[in-house]
């Protein structure tokens, strides 16, 4: 997991999402917004973990596209939480930030290597 930008970055990502959880869930007392966010922000890392040692090429590619999902649920949280003045825009801007570059890295490493399986 040390060697990938991926696994490395998500799981950097799902510590701010733990954090950003246990602030947000004592000072604004929601509890429901805030473990949803929890769970998909911390999705990503999990199935980008499995990916990592799945078992055959479409195995790495669906494991990916679902870590792509819950990045993409968890950017929906965050401006669902903005929208509504859950989170301040500074806490928003951070978060989405890191939430759509690890989106980015996830959808061309899924590009890549359909694109590898498909030439091979």
């Known amino acids: 997991m040390s060697e990938s930008i ?10 701010h999402i733990v ?10 007392k929601e509890y429901i ?10 999705s990503i890392g999990a199935n ?3 990916a990592l040692n799945a078992q055959s090429k479409m195995d790495f590619i669906h ?9 993409d649920e968890t950017i929906y949280w965050l401006e669902l939480l903005f929208a509504t003045q859950y989170i301040s825009k500074e ?4 978060l989405k930030s890191q939430a759509s570059q690890l989106l980015k890295i996830i959808r061309s490493i899924i590009i890549t290597t359909k694109n590898k399986t498909h030439n091979s």
């Open 63 to 71: 494991k990916l596209s679902i870590s792509q999902k819950e990045c």
């Open 19 to 28: 954090n950003f959880y246990k602030k947000f869930s004592v000072e604004k």
């Open 91 to 94: 806490e928003f801007e951070n």
């Open 48 to 50: 980008v973990r499995e």
């Open 6 to 15: 991926v696994g490395k970055k998500s799981f950097e990502f799902a510590i």
């Open 33 to 42: 917004l805030s473990k949803q966010i929890l769970r998909s922000g911390t």
